[in-house]
């Protein structure tokens, strides 16, 4: 069993700075959200999403209302793939530099999210891009505040900091 070759005694710490709000109409959650990031001073987002999940759930509506009612403007990127693509975040990221935007929206399942994540990194390092990040060519220890929605369950990617995202030629 899994006792034998682990070691079940040591003790591992994680540290967030993750509010996780879930059940039954935690979307609507996004409206306090939205009103949080302008107090922020977060005037303008990139969302980053797939091509259609975030309509036929409903939670397009939900933030789209948010982002309206609280005067913040936004690009969406929504082309990202199962298995993101550095190219998918790199568009993602041209999108919000052509705003300013100061924070990230993700929207869908765990590629949607994980590419999300990697656009709130690059925003903060504008010379850097999603081949650098993922080819380990820096080390990043910043990202833009980024809002994660999720609409499946099983991957976890909403309330951690790990992203997978594919380079094709590799």
Known sequence: ????????????E???????????????????????????????VVIV???????KTGAWDYVERALNENGIQ??????????????????????????????????????????????AILLEYPDKNATDLYQYQFTPSKAVPIVAINLTHGTGTEANRFAVVSILEK
Do not use: C, F, H
């Not at 999403?49 to 309509?55: A, I, N, V």
């Not at 969406?76 to 298995?83: M, R």
């Open 1 to 12: 069993m899994w006792e034998n070759s682990m070691p079940i005694d040591e003790i591992k």
């Open 14 to 44: 994680i540290r967030v700075k993750s509010n996780v709000y879930l059940g039954v109409g935690a979307i609507k959650k996004i409206s306090d959200i939205a009103k949080e990031l302008k107090a922020m001073g977060i005037n303008n």
């Open 49 to 55: 999403t797939g091509r259609g999940s975030y309509k």
């Open 74 to 119: 936004y690009e969406l990127y929504d082309k990202v793939t199962p298995n993101p693509t550095v190219q998918q975040v790199d568009e993602a990221v041209q999108l919000g530099k052509r705003i300013g935007a100061k924070a990230v929206i993700g929207i869908g399942g765990g590629s949607p999210i994980d590419a999300a994540k990697s656009v």
